[in-house]
């Protein structure tokens, strides 16, 4: 369904016209009110993260950590001593980047003519690094594929509560979200692939096959069930104001998202409010400087 013939829907139901030819070449007001208001939802409803419609699947693997003599291309990103590093002069390398001593964002020369930049702590993998639309991670589907294992979402209290009582032992499979990234605890071997689901915040697509976050040509279409963006453009316009059956729209359109909410809610998932820590067994790792 095109987002012209969801805006035609949109305005019967709100007791208007429909078929306008072009929509977004029109001056009516109603009519660019109304796809306003239909984008205003679209973004609603990403930063939700709730709806399993906006899934993607995304793999990486874990940063490798730095050896010498290897030879490293332009933007590679290796992992030493508490920090990530990115190559930005390509070439063998025989100085570890972290005897510069930079802090995150100081980009440096060794001896050996590699230039690094240093781009924060070790263990961080910023969502837009990992795929370019990410608007948050679905926690309980990371796994290590090298293992074949689930990993556990911890929140904040249980983050540093590792950290104090981990110094020199790491816990394999242990992650937290925070600043828009996944923090990997200590214990995953270098170069280890990990998959998750995120949701995008691209959730529309142009009739050329490319992705974007609001509507605005007449072939656009979306992965967004349009019941929902119909019903909640229908319920927000008329409610603005304050006529016809908004009350019976509003009611119809939250029952038909929390039932596409429910559609993607699995009996039992792992989420940032607790209990990650059942059943986990401690291994020694190594020497770990956890940041």
Excluded at 47 to 75: G, H, I, Q, V
Excluded at 210 to 230: C, H, Q, V
Aim: some cysteine.
């Amino acid at each position: 369904m095109t987002v012209k013939e969801m805006l035609d829907v949109v305005l019967s139901r709100e007791g208007l016209y429909k078929n306008v030819p072009n929509p977004f070449a029109t001056t009516d007001l109603i009519v660019q009110e109304n796809i306003r208001i239909m984008n205003e939802l679209i973004n609603d409803i990403i930063l939700k993260n709730s709806l399993s419609d906006l899934l993607r699947e995304c793999s990486f693997t874990t940063y490798a950590e730095w050896a010498k003599r290897t030879a490293y291309a332009l933007n590679t990103v290796i992992f030493s001593g508490k920090y990530r590093y990115k190559v930005v002069v390509a070439g063998t390398s025989t100085v570890d980047p972290a005897t510069l001593g930079l802090k995150p964002g100081q980009t440096g020369a060794a001896s050996d003519g590699r230039r690094w930049k240093c781009e924060g702590d070790w263990n961080q993998y910023p969502f837009k690094e990992l795929a370019d639309d990410c608007a948050g991670i679905d926690t309980a589907t990371m796994v290590n594929m090298d293992q074949r294992l689930p990993m556990q979402a911890l929140n904040m209290h249980q983050w540093m509560v590792m950290k104090a009582s981990s110094v020199q032992v790491g816990t394999t499979g242990l992650f937290t979200i925070r600043d828009k990234s996944i923090y990997i605890f200590p214990g995953l071997a270098p170069e280890t692939e990990i998959q998750f689901l995120y949701y995008t915040e691209l959730p529309v697509i142009a009739s050329n096959g490319t992705r974007k976050a609001k509507f605005d040509n007449s072939t656009d279409t979306t992965i967004i069930p349009e019941e929902i963006l119909i019903l909640g453009t229908a319920y927000r316009y008329l409610k603005d104001k304050d006529v016809g059956n908004w009350g019976e729209i509003e009611q119809e359109y939250l029952s038909t998202l929390r039932d596409y909410e429910a559609r993607g809610q699995a009996p039992q998932h792992i989420d940032l409010a607790g209990g990650a820590l059942r059943n986990v067994s401690n291994y020694s790792d190594g020497n770990w400087d956890i940041r």
